[in-house]
């Protein structure tokens, strides 16, 4: 069974850019998270879809955002990027129940200049 | 609000050492609690997990008891691996798949 696929591993923008990541869940998972890794602020929560819709968002200001599609995979958007959004996202997929482990994907490593 | 707190790193063992990384964690409610692995170069997976009071989850060797009355999830093994070398992070989880995770324990392991 395939894991979950980022895409793409690496990303270089510059400030005031936009940009979109991409996540494939593992085949029948209908949820999909995305966290933000900083080596300051750890593992962030950012915000949860199951069946196309938003269930949970964590605390970031508006210009992040996502959206999931009927097939469950999903995009992650970030617009008028700052340095500080320089991290690793990480997306993670799950059955969709409460308390389901969360299987993540290997990351896409932004890195806004 | 809910919270984890994971012991500092990096933890440095020598092979076939006792292993303990202490987890404690703030709940509003019943949360799950788990420990993930995230090895060099790789994403995170998920170790072992308990659902409710006194559970202990276990994988690969290692332990963890759900304590509710001092509200930890203590990692265990009795004898670690060089290929135990990663970062251990603990985590809970009650509302949907919004998961609070520690910052992370580093755990170096020497031949």
């Known amino acids: 069974k395939a894991g979950v696929t980022q895409t793409p591993r690496y990303l270089i923008k510059t400030r005031g850019q936009q940009v979109t990541l991409s996540c494939s869940p593992i085949s029948g998972h209908r949820s999909v998270s995305w966290y933000q890794q900083t080596p300051g602020q750890g593992l962030q929560f950012l915000f949860e879809y199951f069946s196309e819709t938003q269930r949970n968002k964590g605390n970031f200001p508006g210009r992040f955002s996502g959206r999931q599609f009927s097939n469950s995979r999903s995009e992650m958007n970030v617009s008028t990027l700052e340095l500080g959004d320089s991290a690793l996202y990480l997306c993670a997929s799950s059955l969709g129940p409460a308390y389901s482990p969360l299987h993540f994907g290997n990351g896409t490593r932004l890195t806004v200049t | 609000g809910d919270s984890v707190t994971q012991m500092e790193g990096p933890v440095t063992l020598s092979e076939e050492a006792f292993l303990t990384i202490n987890c404690t964690y703030t709940?509003?409610?019943?949360?799950?609690l788990f420990w993930y692995v995230q090895y060099p170069g790789e994403g995170l997976q998920l170790l072992l997990k308990?659902?409710?009071?006194?559970d202990k989850g276990s994988n690969k060797g290692f332990e963890a008891t759900y304590r509710k009355e001092t509200t930890s999830f203590h990692l265990e093994k009795g004898s670690v691996q060089v290929s135990d070398s990663a970062v251990y992070f603990c985590a809970l989880n009650y509302n949907f798949n919004k998961f609070y995770f520690g910052s992370g324990t580093k755990l170096n392991v020497k031949p």
């Open positions: 308990a659902t409710k009071a006194d």
């Open positions: 709940a509003t409610g019943y949360p799950s």
